[in-house]
């Protein structure tokens, strides 16, 4: 059974920083595309970030570009997301997931197929 755990979240200041962890059981991650998705009050749930197999290409949404690192660590078979500069408008419960087939579409990523997600962590970019 697959499991994806996140961590990290938290309060933080206008242009402060977090980092998202995300820990694996069931799969390997360096064998699946792996994202971070975000979703906030009201509105649908939206791709921030992807490791695609498919291509061997990073993603990014337009509106975390320059601000948003996302890695892995195989050996722990764990995915993260740095976040930095870090926005009012990026608060969201932030959510690990794995897929198929990520693209861009209107500055925003979609995936062609959806697999397992984690329950989400909490990010509130508040002063």
């Known amino acids: 059974q697959v499991q994806l755990v996140e961590s990290g979240g938290g309060l933080v200041q206008p242009g402060g920083s977090l980092r998202l962890s995300c820990a694996a059981a069931?799969?390997?991650?360096?064998?699946?595309?792996s994202c971070w998705f975000r979703q906030a009050p009201g509105k649908e749930r939206e791709g921030v970030s992807c490791?695609?197999?498919?291509?061997?290409?990073?993603y990014y949404a337009d509106s975390v570009k320059g601000r948003f690192t996302i890695s892995r660590d195989n050996a722990k078979n764990m995915m993260y997301l740095q976040m930095n500069s870090l926005k009012p408008e990026d608060t969201a419960v932030y959510y690990c997931?794995?897929?198929?087939?990520?693209?861009?579409?209107?500055?925003?990523?979609?995936?062609?197929?959806?697999?397992?997600w984690g329950q989400g962590t909490q990010v509130t970019v508040s002063s």
């Open positions: 997931m794995t897929g198929s087939d990520p693209y861009y579409s209107s500055g925003g990523i979609k995936l062609r197929g959806y697999d397992d």
């Open positions: 069931g799969l390997a991650l360096e064998y699946y595309t």
């Open positions: 490791f695609s197999v498919q291509d061997g290409r990073t």
